[in-house]
């Protein structure tokens, strides 16, 4: 094999390589599972998500996936509900402004997401400084369709319309019943307990 022809060989590997890179997107699952990108259902492709916006004088980076850590578990009280956590563990504060709560996908396709407690809203946009922690509450299903729906122990979490969900496994407890077609969730909260008010 002459030399050119060998260069090119590795030319066009790290080409591959590095097209391959492109399409991921990191998404870090402090709980028990997935914590990848793609369900086990094999949801369908979406485009890569946008990156992270520059700052403006006086504004922060949007929060993004590879910059924060999910935690997820069921709640018995109040009963219904699945307490949703994201922390910043990078070195960078960012903001929930573009996107102010959870895009939620719990049906099988995960291409529906749930839709927003309207006077969740908290108002001001939650900002995130490094190690600073926001939540989110998921009401799993109506008051009349209560034990309606599936087990889950994992479910897709986006932060902007048109990508891939990240997978955010339960932290630990028992699968719990979600009926994806009556389902909402909160606006992100600074606070646990301002998230539990609903």
């Not at 390589?17 to 599972?33: K, N, P, Q, R």
């Not at 094999?42 to 922060?60: T, V, Y």
């Not at 122990?153 to 407890?173: K, R, Y």
Request: glycine share 10%.
């Amino acid at each position: 094999m002459t030399y050119a022809a060998a260069t090119g060989r590795r030319l066009i590997a790290v080409v591959l390589l590095a097209t391959a890179g492109l399409s991921l997107t990191a998404c870090h699952d402090g709980g028990g599972g997935g914590g990848r990108l793609g369900a086990p259902t094999r949801a369908a492709p979406a485009p890569r998500p946008p990156a992270p916006r520059p700052p403006s004088p006086g504004a922060h980076l949007a929060c993004a996936p590879e910059m924060l850590g999910f935690h997820a578990r069921g709640l018995r009280h109040p009963a219904r509900r699945m307490l949703l956590t994201v922390t910043n563990a990078s070195d960078r504060t960012c903001d929930f402004a573009a996107q102010r709560y959870p895009l939620l996908r719990l049906d099988a396709e995960q291409r529906t997401t749930v839709p927003v407690i309207g006077p969740s809203d908290p108002v001001t946009v939650i900002t995130l400084a490094p190690g600073r922690t926001a939540y989110a509450t998921l009401v799993t299903s109506g008051p009349g369709a209560q034990g309606r729906g599936e087990k889950i122990s994992q479910f897709g979490v986006a932060l902007a319309p048109h990508t891939a969900p990240c997978q955010v496994g339960l932290d630990s407890g028992p699968p719990v019943r979600v009926d994806p077609h009556s389902a909402t969730v909160t606006y992100w909260q600074s606070r646990r307990e301002a998230a539990l008010n609903w």
